[in-house]
Each structure stands twice: as C-alpha cells, then as structure tokens.
C-alpha cells in the first residue's frame, strides 16, 4: 500500500500543529507530532502512557533536513550520519545548544547546564510505499506506537485501538519490517571517538563497527 502526496500534506499540517499522526517507517509504526508543540508532545505521551521523565527522539524526513537543523554537529559525528543515514538506526548525537528540549520528556523539558545531554536523531530511510513521505519538511517527535512496554507494530491492525482512535491522523503503509530502530549512543564521539549500542535493532554491530571503528 503506498502512501500518497496527499499524506504527506495531511502529515505535514498535522505536523504544524498540535496532532499527532500513526506513521509508517523503515522500522515500525511510530506516533509523530510537533517537536516544538508543548500540547502536543503532552497529547502523544498521555495516549501511549509514556513515563514523562522518559526521552523521545526526533525524526526528520530526509538527512538534509537534519544536517540543517544542527549545524553545530562535530565533524565525526557529522560524518557518521551521513554513513549511516537514512536507515533503521537512531543516533544519540550531543546537543550542546539544547535543541528540541521537548524531546527530553514532558518533565524535564526545561533546559539545564548540562551541556552533554544527548539528542536521539531519526531519519527513516522513506522508499517504495513510504516514499511520498520523503516530501514532509517538518521534523517529528516521535515513538513507537505501541503503548508503554508494549510490543512494536508491524501492521497498523497492531497498533492499539485506542491510539488508532486517539490520533488526529492515521496512515496506512501496509506491512513494515518489524524491529524497533537500533539505538546507537554517539555523544562523545567527536571527543574521544567513544560510541555505544544501547538497544539492539536492524542494524547490527558488525555494520556500525565498519562505519564507526
């Protein structure tokens, strides 16, 4: 089933404001909304019952995107999304500027001192069906849509009814790939080269050891 330009307007006005959108991605379907929207990062944790101290990560549609977002990425780190992305990984990037403090949850959005906090970076590799999606130019704050601790959904008929019912906008991309983005922590790895896997995913170790040393 392939998403169409309709969608991807549908996505982006819902993204502009305070909605949130089922999506599909390379991975799993995710719950997006506004990554600067107080109301609507509140709206996407209340329906999938999310711990509130818990981070989110924020997807961008395409790497540009991304690299104009935070221009102030090392050049390692720079480097290693550009290998690495778009594709079924989220990148702990450090976040010296505080951007998109929202994403740190609900309960710690206000900025702090804390200059090493990370930021989680998505960008989904949007290709065959989900290829109308590239188009979307607003960035997403986004998680599973499953609820909390529950199991990640391959189809929309295994998102929860309730968030089906709950969300502003529902897209259809038929069947995904099934596990959850691997999670790879880069946050001092412009200062000593140090990088991490914190949760197993698509892309296995082998694959990021030969990107990332």
């Given at each position: 089933m392939s998403l169409t330009a309709e969608d991807a307007h549908g996505l982006q006005q819902c993204l502009e404001g305070d909605g949130v959108a089922v999506i599909p991605t390379d991975t799993v379907y995710g719950l997006a909304c506004?990554?600067?929207s107080e109301?609507?990062?509140e709206r996407l944790y209340e329906l999938k019952g999310r711990p509130a101290r818990k981070p989110s990560a924020v997807m961008f549609f395409s790497?540009?995107?991304?690299?104009?977002?935070?221009?102030?990425?090392?050049?390692?780190?720079?480097?290693?999304?550009?290998?690495?992305?778009?594709?079924?990984?989220?990148?702990?990037v450090a976040n010296p500027r505080g951007r998109y403090?929202?994403?740190r949850g609900v309960a710690t959005a206000v900025p702090t001192e804390d200059a090493a906090t990370a930021l989680g970076v998505r960008v989904?590799?949007?290709?065959?069906?989900?290829?109308?999606?590239a188009e979307v130019s607003m960035p997403a704050l986004q998680s599973s849509a499953n609820l909390s601790g529950g199991q990640d959904p391959r189809r929309l008929a295994d998102v929860p009814l309730q968030l089906r019912e709950g969300a502003d906008l529902v897209l259809d991309g038929g069947q995904l790939g099934g596990a959850a983005s691997t999670?790879?922590?880069?946050?001092?790895?412009?200062?000593?080269?140090?990088?991490?896997?914190?949760?197993?995913?698509?892309?296995?170790?082998?694959?990021?050891?030969?990107?990332?040393?």
């Open positions: 506004n990554p600067a109301r609507a990062v790497l540009e995107a991304a690299f104009a977002d935070l221009p102030e990425l090392g050049p390692r780190t720079a480097a290693a999304l550009d290998a690495l992305l778009p594709g079924p990984v989220t990148l702990l403090p929202l994403a989904p590799r949007l290709e065959g069906p989900l290829a109308a999606l999670v790879v922590d880069l946050s001092r790895y412009d200062e000593a080269g140090i990088w991490r896997i914190v949760r197993e995913g698509p892309l296995g170790a082998p694959e990021l050891e030969r990107v990332l040393g």
